[in-house]
């Protein structure tokens, strides 16, 4: 079973659509974050976030970190096929030190 | 380009047999984290190391060890290969800040025939 569940599992979209990827758990996080990953390649890290409520924008990507510190969502504006790639969320509970918890990710596909 | 490296790139072996993994982290980064990515499993972490000492375990197999070096490079060193333990291997290193923000090799890709 997963620490943190990822929904959808899988997401394909046409280039200008928008799309959402969330990241649930009944666990607390200190801190989240979002890495994209091409095949073949490393995670990438997009975006750490920490404190409960917060929401970071980088270009067409919004992440917000829910209230309670459980939960977060990736939202993708006007997708890009440059966008493809597998989008994952990792958390670091409070109770373990330098362990990232890994989701199993959400595949994004975008087509022209 | 991470700043994270790892050698080889691309390994093939064969059933029974031993191979190290090797990683260097960023400069200044005193951690390094070791991931398994399977098809079927995801992402999954082994083990990290800090400063030269172990800090973390996760599903590290007993046929599966690694160390950090004073000069912080680390090496996985796997044993007794079976068919199942063809994989992507990450390392990952970081700062060890409180929200310990990680960055990523571009991988091994054990191919256990």
């Known amino acids: 079973t997963q620490l943190l569940e990822q929904s959808p599992q899988f997401l394909s979209i046409q280039e200008g659509e928008n799309l959402t990827v969330y990241c649930n758990s009944s666990?607390?996080?200190?801190?989240l974050q979002w890495y994209r990953q091409e095949p073949g390649e490393g995670p990438v890290l997009l975006v750490t976030v920490v404190t409960g409520g917060e929401v970071k924008k980088l270009k067409r990507l919004t992440f917000q970190f829910g209230d309670a510190r459980k939960d977060s969502s990736l939202h993708i504006t006007a997708a890009q096929p440059g966008d493809t790639g597998l989008y994952l969320c990792?958390?670091?509970?409070?109770?373990?030190?330098?362990?990232?918890?890994f989701g199993a990710g959400t595949q994004v596909v975008v087509t022209p | 380009d991470s700043g994270v490296t790892q050698t080889p790139k691309h390994l093939i072996t064969a059933t029974g047999q031993r191979v190290t993994l090797r990683c260097s982290p960023r400069?200044?980064?005193?951690?390094v984290y070791w991931y398994q990515q399977s098809l079927d499993q995801g992402l999954q972490f082994l083990i990290q190391y800090y400063n030269g000492e172990e800090r973390a375990k996760g599903n590290i197999l007993e046929r599966f060890s690694a160390q950090q070096f004073p000069d912080l490079h680390s090496e996985l060193n796997l044993s007794s290969l079976e068919l199942g333990d063809s994989a992507l291997y990450f390392c990952?290193?970081?700062?060890?800040?409180?929200?310990?923000?990680?960055?990523f090799g571009p991988g091994t890709r054990l191919t256990v025939l």
């Open positions: 990792a958390g670091m509970t409070t109770d373990s030190w330098g362990k990232l918890q």
């Open positions: 990952a290193s970081s700062v060890q800040r409180e929200w310990n923000e990680q960055f």
């Open positions: 400069s200044g980064d005193l951690s």
């Open positions: 666990s607390v996080f200190s801190s």
